[in-house]
């Protein structure tokens, strides 16, 4: 990866992760986090392990990201693109649709 396509590869996570690392921790640990998305055998969930990671990239020095980092930026920004297409119609504050999203970093209603 170029210094340009990290340059844009941050940028983007920017644009898509809304929530602070303080915040996203907090909905991390509630029981409707945990209630969100995808889970394989059982365990945490996919989006929720991927918001523990993206806690640790917001807080990291850019200069210490890896190109695996940057490939988990460009997961969240191409996850969370596709899941704001798919708004479901009517009141989504308590929706597992934004729960999911959260999971990602990425509150709606913000």
Known sequence: MTGEDRETTAAEFGEAVNMTPKELERWLETAE???????DG???????????????LLRA?????????????NKVVGYVRR????????????????????????????
């Open 61 to 73: 020095n850019r200069s210490d990201l890896t190109e695996q980092d940057y490939a988990h930026m």
């Open 83 to 110: 899941h704001l297409a798919q708004r479901p119609s009517g009141d989504v504050k308590e929706s597992r649709w934004r729960y999911s999203l959260m999971n990602w970093g990425h509150d709606p209603l913000k």
């Open 33 to 39: 986090s945990r209630s969100a998305g995808q889970k």
């Open 42 to 56: 059982g365990g945490e969930s996919t989006g929720h392990a991927s918001g523990r990671k993206t806690v640790e």
